[in-house]
């Protein structure tokens, strides 16, 4: 169980470097390759926006990497839950104000390694 949790956990850290590596070094790019419906001038303009956004996106990512290097099994499993439970969040909102699609990306695969630290006791 542990190990699913692990490679869960990994999957979601892998997400939100590529969100980081996207928002930060190819928004232009790959921003208007993700983001169909939007102006080229979109993207132009919400340069500096995306790249902070990455950059919060990479210290999920960090925090979620932290548990790999934890060995209090209590303090590893509250870190756990307190950075997929910010990205579910996330998830939602984004859901909610952008597209349900953002849900299905990010917070799903949150939600799973989330409900997987829960059932680790």
Same mark, same amino acid.
């Given at each position: 169980?542990?190990?699913?949790?692990?490679?869960?956990?990994?999957?979601?850290?892998?997400?939100?470097?590529?969100?980081?590596? %996207?928002?930060?070094? =190819? @928004? &232009?790019?790959?921003?208007?390759?993700? /983001?169909? *419906?939007?102006?080229?001038?979109?993207?132009?303009?919400?340069?500096?926006?995306?790249?902070?956004?990455?950059?919060?996106?990479?210290?999920?990512?960090?925090?979620?990497?932290?548990?790999?290097? %934890?060995?209090?099994? =209590? @303090? &590893?499993?509250?870190?756990?839950?307190? /950075?997929? *439970?910010?990205?579910?969040?996330?998830?939602?909102?984004?859901?909610?104000?952008?597209?349900?699609?953002?849900?299905?990306?990010?917070?799903?695969?949150?939600?799973?390694?989330?409900?997987?630290?829960?059932?680790?006791?």
């Amino acid at each position: 169980m542990e190990a699913a949790i692990s490679i869960l956990t990994g999957i979601v850290v892998i997400e939100h470097l590529c969100f980081m590596y %996207i928002e930060m070094f =190819e @928004w &232009k790019r790959m921003g208007q390759m993700t /983001f169909k *419906s939007y102006p080229e001038s979109f993207f132009n303009a919400s340069k500096g926006l995306a790249a902070n956004q990455g950059l919060y996106n990479g210290f999920l990512a960090v925090g979620l990497i932290w548990t790999f290097f %934890i060995t209090d099994v =209590e @303090w &590893k499993q509250a870190i756990a839950v307190y /950075f997929l *439970s910010c990205i579910v969040l996330a998830g939602i909102y984004g859901a909610i104000t952008i597209s349900r699609k953002i849900f299905y990306i990010q917070g799903l695969p949150a939600l799973v390694a989330l409900i997987g630290w829960l059932l680790m006791n």
